[in-house]
Every structure is written in C-alpha cells, then in structure tokens.
C-alpha cells in the first residue's frame, strides 16, 4: 500500500505545539456520508469561524477497515487535504474502540460476559474485553496501520488514543478468569502466599488449586480478591494502551499523542497513573462536560478537577479534545472555555460539529442543526476563538503549585465500602484551591518528586512500603503532611492493618487511631442535642460545626492536639500536630468535605508561606500569567469590581482600565499592566 512522503508542509504544525498558541475546533465526523462537497461545505464555515483543529476518526474502525485487512482510506484522505488546505490541523483519533462486528464474529472471546455469565451482543460501544488477545493482535496492527498511512500527512496535529479510555463494562469470561490465573501465579508464585494475602482460612476460602479460582463479583466476595481483581483488569486495559503508544512512537517519534481519557468511569475505573508519568501521553486530554447551566458553577468545578486527575504533574499543556455543545445557555461554553485556562488547557473541541442524522447521539445538539445551518453554538465557538486568537501569546498557563493531592487507584479501589471514597476526599479539597485561586497538582506519591510545601492525603487508604517511606523521608527532611481520615487503613494486600494506625506511619503522625465512630449514633448523647451527622469543633477556643457519617477516635502518643469534638463526652481529639525530623504531620480524623477543611488549609498556608491566589471578590476565577498579564473570569451574576493598582488594558475588550475595572456577569478579561 503506498504511504504518503513527508514534505516541508508536513512540518507545517509543529512548531505551533508549543507555547504561544490557543486551539479552537469541533469533532467531526465525516464517515457518517462520505459527502466531499458537504464536507468542503463544513471546511469553509470552520474556516469562516476561525477554528484551527478538529477531532476525527473516533468510533469509526470499521469506516477504515470494513472487512479484515480490507482498507478504505482514499475518501479519508481526501478529508485530511481540505483540512491541510483551509490550515486546520487534524487529531486523528485512531478508533481501536469499538471493535467491528467481523471481529466479534471472528473471535467470540471478545465479547463481554456479565456478572452472571451472559454473552452480551456488541449493541453498543466499549462492548469488547480489551484484553483479549485476539482483540489486541488486530487492534494493534490497524493502529500500525492508520500511524503509517497518515503520520506524515500535513495536517496532521496529533494521534489520538482511541476514545474514553476506561468506559465499557468489565467482562467476566471463562478466558478472563483464565487470564486472571496466570497473573496471580505472577504476582504470587505458589498458592501458600496467594493465601496469606488472601485471607484464605476466612470463610472456609482457602484455594487448593489454582483452578478453584473464580471472579470476584461487584456485590460480593473479599475485598482482598477484589482489589486484586481490578489491579488485573486495569494492568490490561493499561498494558493495550502502552503496546498502543509504543507503535505510535515507533512509527510516528515526532507526532504528538492525545486522549479524551475516562480512566475513572464507574464501569471500568483503571489505573492512569502509569501512563501519565510515562510521558508516551504527550498532550493529556478529555472531555469537558459541565452541563448547560450558566449561572450555576457546579459543572465547571467538576470538570476543573477533572483535568487536575488527567494531568497529574505533566508540565506539557492539556487538551480539553472534547467540549460541550448540546444545550448550553448562550455564554456558558464561552464561561466554560475560559475557565479551562487556568489550568493549563490548550485546546477546546466542540462535541460536536453537527447534530447527527442517526445512531446512539443522534439527539444530541451540536453546532450545526440536522439541516447544516450554523446555529447560537457555532457563532459562540466562532466568538471564543477570535478572543482566543488575542491572547494565546500568553498561554497555556503553567501551574506553579506548591501544594500535591495524594491519589492511588488502591486507594480509590479499596475506600468503596467507605461514606467517603477517596476521590471523593481529593475533589473536596481540591474545591477549596479553587475558591481560592491558588494552583495544586494531584500526584501519585511512588512517581513523584515531591516538591512541594505541603503534602495532603485525602483518604489514601492503601498504604505500601514505597508510598510510607517517601513520606516519612519528605517529613523527616521538613516537609508537611496533612492526613484525613480512612487513610492508611489497609496493607498492599487489601487487609486491615494489625499494627498501630495510620499504618507503617504511626510514628510519623505520633498518634494511635483506634477505630471509628458513626455521629448520628453517637449523637444520641450529644451535649448540644446535635442530630444526624453535626459535631462541634473546639479548634483553639474557636467553635466550629462539621459535619461527617464517621469520626476517628484518636489517642495522642507525641502529637500535640490542636482540636477535640466538644459537643460528645469526652473532649475527643480530632486534630493534632506531631513534630517529627525537621518536618511536621498533621491528621484530621476527619474526610476532607467535613467542612473545616478550608480554615485549616489557610493556617497552614500562612504557616508554610504558600502563595495565595490574586487577591479578587468571591465568584471570580484569576490567575497571574506572568508579572504583567493576568485572567479573570466572572462566574458569578453581579458585577464585580476588580482592583488592579496602576494603569492596564483589556485584551479581551480593548479598554483602558486605571487601579480598578468592572467584570460583568460572566465576563472574561485579559488585563495587561501598563
């Protein structure tokens, strides 16, 4: 098959991947006709509008392959010229997923198998066992072929890999139990040790041959067997996307590499972590989904946090390849696309070009109606990047966080059976960073460096050897820890620790935790006649109410109690300090969303000297891009004065601003200081 040769305009995108550029497009999808001068049609009024990117490829495997080794590329590439032409650089979304109808017929081993040991029929996407080897082998060697075909095309901006990592049901298959065999005789080697971790004389459990070994179910089983369950499920889903991103860089070294990732979807939650240290993921990326309101900020906060758990510690910008449309308020996409800035996005997506004539999303609005005619959607996207096109000099945004959010899909995995999962802890003090204006970064404590003032560990349930030696080395060496509750509960293994707790760090936080009480239970002799979960904090002689399902009972061995639970007998420790190297470690035995999380976040942020956030009216989004550029963006619906110091002008609005202006509702602003 002849392969294009790469040509000086080849080289066309490339430089502009760095910084200094804002993208704006749509995710297009041209398979759904093939229709050249209807895709010509929709090339110009992309052009008209100013976009500089679009989406394509995802969910189409079978529009490229419609038969085993029969290829249709010649339309495709057709598409890829006019896109080349009107200066529109392409992800092409390389679309593994779903796989086609030929290969599930091929190879019924790929088919999903529920929990109750049903074959499901492939009506829908995401519904094919990734780790079959079947799928693997042909998945691998169209991304093989896609790469060569197109990697030196010129309007090639990015690979895409796959869509939405981690969604689709997990398969509980005879070859997916087989597959789970011989990974445990990896991990384990002999049936004793499987055992020990296991648990095995519980219930009369013990496995005598490593073919008695079934799947654990969602519903039931050890949470030992199922925490080693979902470590296989996502080694799988992970090693596909790794053998994924190696072809691409054998093939295709100096193309950039995207995805929408959902690694955290409730049907297959996995492991990302790997992958976004490994830097195989050039351009982090997912899909931007805040809902349609304007005047509430509930979506943006969500999503905001979401780019935070894609991107981990990756200093490369993020790509928001997917973006809402449907039916946004007029001005909330536009209040959405700003909001992404401040976090280091790059690129916004619209999903999708055109409301779709059929199929799963045929109902879903995009920016054009049924009919191709442009409509408020288009025009908002064509607004967001002519402003865009003003101020991407200064972008993307690099974070400068002093502050790391502890996160382990161990963790995440074993806090199910908690009132508070881990994630869960992460976003609610994530939430506070938000309303303070100041950057943090969700790291994974075995890959991270740990350079930071302060180190939260919001839930971080599982603790192994490696994650309690780096943090008794940071302490040691004077940096500061702040531990909620329902951390280091359990051992690499998935058991509750017998030792002291928090476990293999005891010592470090200087307490025993001891075990845990429910508040609605305990409130039935609450001094105050507290109902449900309300508790009273005496921190220091202030008075502070929380709430919380769960409170940890807490004996200080060094640590200094800086809080107790007043309303309950017994002036209960809730907050302590305990000096240990030249470092502090503090524990709240409390989840993060109990409501005190904020004030302490300010006392140790005053302590450690962490920058605060531009100084703004509450409702106002802002950063300090440089020592003379700064964003905002007003969420709130009253207008907000901004006070600046000195003579500025708006690059957004173009107007002359002298100490102080005024953001109205909703507005974006861009102030450089004269």
């Known amino acids: 098959m002849m392969k294009r040769m790469i040509t000086a305009a080849a080289m066309f995108f490339i430089p502009l991947m760095v910084m200094g550029q804002l993208y704006v497009g749509a995710n297009y999808h041209p398979h759904d006709d093939k229709d050249i001068e209807k895709i010509s049609q929709d090339v110009r009024l992309m052009k008209e509008a100013g976009f500089t990117c679009v989406r394509m490829g995802h969910l189409a495997w079978d529009s490229y392959e419609p038969q085993e080794g029969v290829y249709d590329f010649e339309w495709f590439d057709k598409v890829m010229d006019l896109m080349h032409e009107a200066g529109i650089g392409v992800i092409l979304d390389i679309p593994t997923r779903p796989a086609p109808l030929w290969l599930h017929a091929k190879y019924p081993s790929i088919d999903i198998v529920d929990e109750n040991g049903n074959r499901q029929y492939p009506n829908h996407r995401y519904m094919e066992d990734v780790g079959d080897p079947h799928f693997q082998e042909h998945a691998l060697r169209f991304v093989r072929e896609m790469a060569e075909r197109y990697s030196s095309h010129p309007a090639l901006m990015a690979f895409g890999v796959d869509n939405e990592p981690g969604d689709g049901p997990i398969s509980y298959s005879e070859s997916v139990r087989l597959r789970f065999v011989e990974w445990l005789k990896d991990k384990y080697n002999d049936l004793d040790t499987l055992n020990e971790a296991w648990d095995g004389q519980r219930w009369s459990r013990k496995v005598g041959e490593w073919n008695e070994i079934g799947l654990p179910l969602p519903w039931q089983g050890a949470p030992e067997r199922k925490l080693d369950f979902r470590r296989f499920i996502s080694d799988e889903v992970s090693g596909f996307y790794f053998s994924f991103l190696n072809v691409l860089k054998e093939v295709a070294p100096d193309v950039l590499t995207n995805t929408n990732a959902w690694y955290y979807s409730t049907k297959k939650y996995f492991d990302y972590v790997p992958l976004a240290y490994s830097g195989l993921m050039t351009r982090n990326g997912f899909g931007f989904y805040p809902g349609n309101s304007l005047k509430t900020s509930w979506g943006i906060w969500d999503n905001v946090f979401g780019i935070t758990r894609v991107q981990f510690e990756a200093e490369t910008p993020f790509w928001c390849s997917e973006f809402t449309t449907m039916t946004a ?85 074993a806090s199910a059976a908690f009132p508070e999962d881990h994630q869960q802890q992460i976003q609610k003090v994530f939430d506070q960073f938000i309303v303070r204006n100041m950057d943090c970064r969700m790291i994974s404590i075995p890959h991270s460096g740990m350079d930071y003032k302060l180190v939260i560990l919001p839930g971080l349930a599982v603790m192994d050897e490696e994650t309690a030696g780096k943090i008794r080395d940071y302490v040691r060496d004077g940096g500061c820890v702040l531990m909620t509750s329902n951390s280091a509960v359990v051992d690499n293994t998935g058991k509750v620790f017998g030792s002291t707790h928090p476990g293999m760090l005891a010592d470090v936080f200087g307490i025993r935790v001891a075990s845990y009480e429910e508040t609605s239970v305990m409130n039935e002799i609450s001094l105050d006649g507290y109902k449900d979960n309300r508790l009273r904090i005496d921190w220091n002689g202030r008075i502070v109410d929380v709430k919380s399902a769960r409170y940890d009972v807490m004996y200080p061995q060094t640590a200094d109690v800086l809080a107790t639970v007043s309303s309950l007998p017994g002036n209960s420790p809730i907050l302590t300090c305990n000096e240990y190297g030249k470092g502090k470690a503090y524990y709240l035995g409390l989840p993060s969303g109990c409501g005190i999380m904020g004030d302490l976040l300010d006392a140790l942020g005053t302590q450690l000297d962490i920058s605060k956030g531009p100084d703004v009216p509450y409702g106002v989004m802002a950063r300090d891009i440089d020592d003379t550029h700064s964003l905002y963006l007003n969420t709130t619906e009253e207008e907000q004065v901004i006070r600046i110091g000195g003579k500025a002008e708006g690059l957004i609005s173009g107007k002359k601003f002298k100490d102080e202006f005024v953001l109205s509702p909703f507005e974006a602003e861009f102030v450089e200081k004269r």
């Open 329 to 413: 308020v007029p001005g909330s996409i536009r209040k959405a696309a700003y909001s992404t800035l401040f976090y280091g996005n790059q690129l916004v997506c619209g999903w999708t070009w055109q409301s779709m004539h059929g199929g799963e999303e045929q109902y879903l609005e995009g920016m054009l109606d049924w009919d191709g005619i442009p409509n408020r959607k288009y025009h908002e996207y064509k607004q967001i990047a002519e402003e865009f096109a003003k101020i991407e000099d200064y972008f993307p945004y690099k974070l400068k966080a002093e502050v790391g959010l502890a996160y382990s899909f161990d963790s995440q995995m």
